[in-house]
């Protein structure tokens, strides 16, 4: 093995990556930074958070003139342009992909292209347009992302059966769009061509959406996307598809089994998650322990079987999100370095951008109760909050779970304009270890959304004032 020459190699380069490699830098580690593509950022800022927001905002704005407007007193008629629509998103993406590579030259990070394979833990063989080239490191960190699972018996086209990376390139607007799966992407991309035009129905195996989050509050959601027009149905299994003439021929099973029957759509969407992404990595070959879903095994460190080869973000266990690969790439090479790097897993919210937006941290209200915790509960609908009401939004509300005994808050659960905005205040209460009294008695603006939040923490203890 040739003498290393870089402190660190960080093989991918989405948000666990790239923001790994600039702390590490930070702290004064020589940083390489593999990835496949040739432009940085990963699964998040190419096809995955970024975009897909994009498109909601402008989809967003879309319906609302031709639906929201009139109500405000504003006359106007709205003629979609798609291909603009496409081009802002592709405008966006591109800035913020560019804004990585700058932030890699300030920080004196080389990015490396080509695909990374560990052939130990002190050495990346990487081969990509150039040819093949070794770079000897102290350590190596992987952080090599997830890509979209797909289901038995239905092959991806990429025109009419897609999955999320295609369904943000449709060239037109699909007149029925299928979706398979009513988990967070599912119904963002299937609000997104909703709000277009299409009509759009959303398969879904278990009797709910989005499995894990609080019930109640996902109910909230579930009925305010059907009246927008969303169509559900549950306990279904797809089993294949197939395009036959014009349409897109699904095969479809009651999930307790049962006769199949046929549903058509112009495209089909599967949405059914995302898989741990290790192709190339040489993982297994170098000694790395797998789980049985694939998942590179770490410990408290975030090291793998192998001393020295670390992994963060999608590709290990925990939830697939990018605040949480980010924080695990700090944390990671903060420890690395001898600090106490740290990630607080119970309080990283999550987000489902429709509109209104669900956003949670913490337990769920099922999870809590089973927990065999004493939970009190406070909700507040933004029905009453005058700048809900000012803006016209009626939907949703805000619950906070609070521990009986202590009042320490164990859990919010936001459905409502903005959501994702306003939970940053309750993970922050949570990271603190707040009480709902300490939300309660907080000073929040007025007129403001937030002051929702206060309310719900005061009505934990029964004393909500606007209701
Ligand atoms: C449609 C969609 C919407 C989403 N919306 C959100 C959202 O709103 N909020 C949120 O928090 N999360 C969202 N996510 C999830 C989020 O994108 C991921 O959790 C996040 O990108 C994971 O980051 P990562 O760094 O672990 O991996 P990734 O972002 O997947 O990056 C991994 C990188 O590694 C590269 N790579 C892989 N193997 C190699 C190799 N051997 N050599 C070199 N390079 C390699 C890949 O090319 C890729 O660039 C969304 C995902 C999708 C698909």
């Not at 790395?288 to 290990?316: C, K, L």
Request: glycine share 12%; net charge neutral; aromatic share 4%.
């Amino acid at each position: 093995m040739s003498e290393p020459t870089i402190d660190l190699v960080v093989i991918g380069s989405g948000p666990g990556g790239y923001v790994a490699a600039i702390r590490a830098a930070q702290l004064g580690m020589k940083t390489a930074c593999v990835e496949k593509y040739p432009v940085p950022g990963g699964t998040c800022l190419n096809v995955g958070c970024i975009p897909s927001k994009a498109l909601l905002d402008s989809s967003e704005r879309f319906d609302f003139t031709r639906h929201g407007l009139a109500a405000h007193g504003v006359r106007a008629s709205a003629e979609l342009d798609l291909a603009t629509m496409m081009k802002r998103k592709d405008g966006v993406v591109r800035d913020l992909t560019r804004g990585v590579d700058s932030l890699f030259r300030k920080h004196g990070i080389e990015r490396v292209e080509g695909t990374g394979r560990i052939v130990n833990a002190g050495e990346v063989e990487v081969t990509g347009a150039k040819g093949t080239r070794t770079l000897a490191t102290r350590r190596i960190l992987v952080g090599t992302g997830s890509k979209p699972a797909a289901l038995p018996g239905i092959a991806f086209d990429g025109r009419r059966i897609v999955h999320s990376t295609d369904a943000l390139t449709l060239p037109e607007v699909p007149k029925r769009l299928l979706v398979i799966g009513a988990g967070a992407i599912g119904l963002e991309l299937g609000s997104v061509w909703r709000r277009l035009g299409s009509e759009v129905t959303v398969f879904e195996y278990l009797e709910r959406i989005l499995p894990g989050m609080d019930a109640g509050s996902v109910k909230l959601l579930q009925r305010a996307l059907e009246k927008q027009g969303m169509k559900f149905r549950f306990g279904v299994s797809a089993k294949s598809a197939r395009v036959e003439g014009g349409d897109v021929r699904v095969e479809v099973e009651p999930a307790a089994g049962g006769e199949r029957t046929v549903e058509t759509c112009d495209v089909l969407l599967v949405a059914v998650g995302r898989r741990p992404f290790t192709d190339g990595l040489g993982a297994a070959e170098a000694g790395i322990r797998m789980d049985a879903r694939g998942r590179i095994e770490v410990d408290d460190h975030w090291q793998t079987s192998v001393p020295g080869v670390f992994a963060i973000g999608d590709v290990i266990a925990g939830p697939m999100l990018a605040h949480k690969a980010e924080e695990e790439g700090i944390a990671c090479v903060e420890r690395m370095h001898g600090m106490p790097g740290h990630v607080s897993y119970p309080c990283i919210p999550s987000v489902v951008y429709t509109w209104p937006e669900l956003a949670s941290v913490g337990a769920s209200e099922e999870d809590a109760r089973e927990q065999g915790l004493g939970v009190a509960v406070g909700t507040f609908p933004f029905l009453a909050n005058g700048r809900a009401k000012a803006m016209g939004e009626r939907d949703g509300q805000v619950k906070i779970l609070a521990d009986a005994k202590t009042d320490r808050v164990l859990g919010a659960h936001i459905v409502g304009p903005r959501a994702s905005d306003l939970i940053a205040e309750l993970a922050f209460a949570m990271e603190m270890g707040a009480s709902a009294e300490d939300l309660a008695r907080s000073v929040h603006a007025h007129p403001t959304l937030p002051e929702a939040v206060k309310e719900a923490a005061l009505a934990v203890a029964g004393r909500a004032i606007h209701i």
